[in-house]
């Protein structure tokens, strides 16, 4: 059962209130107003993972290296099928080239011809082709809500474990490439490898913990903001020595906030997963009818709504 959190107005909040001449706070205060913020969270366990990973292929040929995605493609498929992934989740985006990467593993790829140029080596022409990069997004999900907490845990690292073992993105496979195109496209990883040493890598797979927050939940969430949003009417009411008014306005915030806001006062939809953030607004984009609760972390998810609302003032 989701858990509720006791609601709040934030400190920055109010100073937007009063702090920011020119905000949409004050545009909308015409000295007869008060206008609150109210926030409310619920904890529900997650019931489904993710997995996100781009598939990838490259020869100095752009119809060698598509041919090669489309091989990469079936394959996967059929691994992550085998490991257990709800068959009607996996979904494979529209392949693209991938230009940072081409670019980036061109340049590598000249730092160290340049290397061994210094260094003598005689390399053939062919080795001096960029190589083009292609890739496809594979999606795939996997129930998780029949497993209690400590179950989940173990079959959640099993199958993670299985999945990144399965190497599925195909970012190492160069079978068709020749032994001085190999060596010299194995020094470039390498030093790509240090190039992404802060980020991850590309073909690296990716997990997003997710639920779905049902209707009900959601308007008992949205309740008890309107209360936290109520009481501190009440409160400001008070201190400028007047009674909070008959509802004036009111307005489901909770998708509005932008992501620099959330980040710097840590209010809005609750998020606190940059990566987790980014991944969703990719994934379910468009789904406004379908909250959810998400994460990078397996354990309790963080569904949050905030309300803006606007109290009368009787004098």
Same mark, same amino acid.
């Given at each position: 059962? +989701?858990?509720?959190?006791?609601?709040?107005? &934030?400190? +920055?909040?109010?100073?937007?209130?009063? #702090?920011? +001449?020119?905000?949409?706070?004050?545009?909308?205060?015409?000295?007869?107003?008060?206008? &609150? &913020?109210?926030?409310?969270?619920?904890?529900?366990?997650?019931?489904?993972?993710?997995?996100?990973?781009?598939?990838?292929?490259?020869?100095?040929?752009?119809?060698?290296?598509?041919?090669?995605?489309?091989?990469?493609? @079936? !394959?996967?498929?059929?691994?992550?099928? #085998?490991?257990?992934?709800?068959?009607?989740?996996?979904?494979? !985006?529209?392949?693209?080239? !991938?230009?940072?990467?081409?670019?980036?593993?061109?340049?590598?790829?000249?730092?160290?011809?340049?290397?061994?140029?210094?260094?003598?080596?005689?390399?053939?022409?062919?080795?001096?082709?960029?190589?083009?990069?292609?890739?496809?997004?594979?999606?795939?999900?996997?129930?998780?809500?029949?497993?209690?907490?400590? @179950?989940?845990?173990?079959?959640? %690292?099993?199958?993670?474990?299985?999945?990144?073992?399965?190497?599925?993105?195909?970012?190492? @496979?160069?079978?068709?490439?020749?032994?001085? @195109?190999?060596?010299?496209?194995?020094?470039?990883?390498?030093?790509?490898?240090?190039?992404? *040493?802060?980020?991850?890598?590309?073909?690296?797979?990716?997990?997003?913990? %997710?639920?779905?927050?049902?209707?009900?939940?959601?308007?008992?969430?949205?309740?008890? !903001?309107?209360?936290s949003a109520k009481a501190q009417g009440v409160q400001l009411a008070n201190a400028a020595g007047v009674q909070l008014g008959e509802l004036q306005s009111l307005q489901d915030a909770t998708a509005s906030t932008t992501l620099a806001e959330e980040f710097a006062y840590g209010y809005s939809s609750g998020v606190t997963d940059y990566k987790a953030y980014q991944l969703a607004s990719q994934l379910f984009s468009g789904e406004?009818? *379908?909250?959810?609760?998400?994460?990078?972390?397996?354990? *309790?998810?963080?569904?949050?709504?905030?309300?803006?609302?606007?109290?009368?003032?009787?004098?």
């Open positions: 059962m +989701p858990r509720l959190i006791s609601a709040s107005m &934030t400190g +920055p909040a109010l100073m937007i209130l009063f #702090a920011l +001449p020119g905000s949409a706070y004050s545009q909308a205060t015409d000295g007869n107003v008060i206008l &609150t &913020t109210g926030k409310a969270s619920i904890e529900v366990p997650a019931e489904r993972m993710l997995l996100v990973v781009d598939l990838i292929a490259r020869n100095q040929d752009v119809r060698e290296a598509v041919t090669s995605l489309q091989d990469r493609i @079936e !394959a996967a498929k059929a691994q992550v099928a #085998a490991l257990g992934a709800n068959e009607d989740s996996v979904k494979i !985006a529209d392949p693209k080239i !991938a230009t940072a990467q081409s670019d980036a593993q061109q340049s590598l790829r000249a730092q160290v011809l340049e290397g061994f140029n210094l260094a003598g080596r005689d390399l053939e022409t062919t080795a001096l082709q960029p190589m083009v990069t292609v890739t496809a997004r594979l999606t795939a999900e996997w129930d998780l809500s029949e497993s209690d907490a400590i @179950e989940r845990l173990a079959t959640v %690292y099993q199958l993670q474990q299985q999945i990144k073992d399965a190497k599925l993105s195909g970012a190492d @496979e160069n079978e068709e490439l020749s032994e001085e @195109e190999l060596e010299l496209l194995e020094e470039a990883q390498m030093m790509a490898n240090d190039f992404f *040493s802060d980020e991850q890598k590309p073909g690296e797979p990716t997990f997003l913990f %997710y639920t779905a927050i049902r209707q009900e939940q959601r308007e008992a969430a949205l309740k008890q !903001a309107f209360e406004t009818d *379908s909250p959810k609760a998400y994460g990078t972390e397996l354990g *309790s998810l963080t569904y949050s709504v905030q309300i803006t609302v606007g109290f009368g003032i009787m004098r």
